[in-house]
């Protein structure tokens, strides 16, 4: 069974939703080119991860190296993602914009850990496992072993799992005492409801469209899951900006 590694250190920042914003960083230009995917890479269901030339410490974030085995460990689960998303819409995989992609990921998932620490936010051992459970049943594993298990069979060890967990505890209960997001009232989701109906009508499609559209109670929780999530992306995405304002980051690609 393949786990997608939803808390390794590349994907701690991206289990917030943040592929978007988290890929900005300081700027896009890339420095080591690399190779995108082969057909030959398509049709073996994998593209081969292209790091050579690159730094031992690839980033510094407030004196906190990131280096070499830690990326790579980052980025091999990130280009695995990538390439399924390639298989589904014929894109190339750009290993170049990949790169940096995840090491803006690894400096944002350090400026968190970082302040959660200085916050007082340090998991226990408990909260170590409920965070493996969640992983679990998210996976469709009835148990922390199983994921273990799982992770291990991709050549994760345990250590490294329960490592990059903490540190998703972490994060997960700094953005929470940092941010106050509340769910949007019936009138707020009734409005966007029919924002996106009045939208449909005025595609051209008329009526016909807008019928097509479910009722507004089968969709009022996914349209309030979407609200939450929006305003706690744009939470976060102030929270990393002022962390990089105030501290030092140091990219070596």
């Known amino acids: 069974m393949s786990i997608t590694r939803s808390f390794l250190a590349a994907s701690v920042v991206a289990t917030l939703a943040l592929a978007g914003c988290s890929a900005g960083g300081d700027g896009d230009a890339e420095e080591t080119p690399a190779p995108t995917a082969t057909a030959d890479d398509s049709a073996n269901g994998a593209t081969e991860a292209d790091l050579e030339g690159l730094p031992d ?8 190296e990131i280096g070499l085995d830690e990326y790579t ?77 799982a992770f291990s069979d991709q050549g994760i060890s345990e250590e490294q799992v329960r490592k990059d967990a903490a540190s998703q505890f972490q994060i ?17 989701l009734r409005e966007q409801y029919d924002a996106v109906v009045e939208q449909a009508q005025s595609q051209g499609e ?8 479910p009722p507004f109670d089968e969709v009022k929780s996914q349209l309030a899951d979407q609200a939450v ?25």
């Open 57 to 64: 410490v690839v980033a510094v974030v407030n004196g906190e």
């Open 73 to 149: 460990t980052a980025y091999e689960a990130q280009l695995q993602s990538a390439t399924i998303a390639q298989q589904q819409t014929g894109q190339a995989v750009d290993q170049d914009q990949l790169k940096q992609q995840v090491a803006e990921l690894l400096v944002n998932n350090r400026l968190l850990t970082q302040a959660a620490s200085d916050a007082g936010i340090e998991p226990t051992e408990d909260d170590v496992e409920t965070v493996l459970m969640d992983a679990a049943e998210q996976n469709g594993l009835s148990s922390v072993e199983e994921i273990l298990s």
């Open 172 to 188: 997960d209960g700094y953005i929470d005492a940092e941010t106050d997001v509340q769910p949007p009232s019936d009138e707020e």
């Open 206 to 213: 008329g009526a016909d469209a807008a019928g097509e559209i």
């Open 229 to 253: 999530t929006q305003e706690r992306n744009a939470a976060i995405e102030q929270i990393l900006a002022e962390l990089r304002e105030s501290g030092e980051v140091e990219v070596n690609l």
